[in-house]
């Protein structure tokens, strides 16, 4: 079983910058693509930012594109996602999810909640403005 765990959100006004990390424990991990994911009050969770299991690849969505960086630790099991110049907008819980297939970590797949197995409980970030 593969436990992911997110940490690092917070309260951070509009412009400024937060660093979210999400730990994922259990036997090869770092085989994993895994992804960013947010739901806000009131709205459907989405893609945020993925990654793929050795870091060659990034996808982001085009909201966050520019301002959010994913970067992974394979040596810690550790995924960060760089969180820069946010906006009011960005304000939801932001969920981490392990995709346990090592085939296909192609945008089209990796960007799609489906694709993954295991998901953290998520962490609020609030932006204030």
């Known amino acids: 079983q593969v436990r992911v765990v997110e940490s690092g959100g917070g309260l951070v006004q509009a412009g400024g910058s937060l660093r979210l990390s999400c730990t994922a424990s259990?036997?090869?991990?770092?085989?994993?693509?895994m992804g960013w994911f947010r739901q806000a009050p009131g709205k459907e969770r989405e893609f945020v930012s993925a990654?793929?299991?050795?870091?060659?690849?990034?996808y982001y969505a085009d909201s966050v594109k520019g301002r959010f960086t994913i970067s992974r630790d394979n040596a810690k099991n550790t995924v960060y996602l760089e969180m820069n110049n946010v906006k009011p907008e960005d304000t939801a819980v932001y969920y981490c999810?392990?995709?346990?297939?090592?085939?296909?970590?192609?945008?089209?797949?990796?960007?799609?909640?489906?694709?993954?197995?295991?998901w953290g409980q998520g962490t609020q970030v609030t932006v204030s403005s």
């Open positions: 259990g036997r090869t991990v770092n085989t994993y693509g």
């Open positions: 999810a392990a995709r346990r297939s090592t085939s296909a970590q192609v945008m089209s797949v990796m960007t799609g909640m489906n694709s993954y197995d295991y």
């Open positions: 990654i793929s299991s050795s870091g060659s690849s990034t």
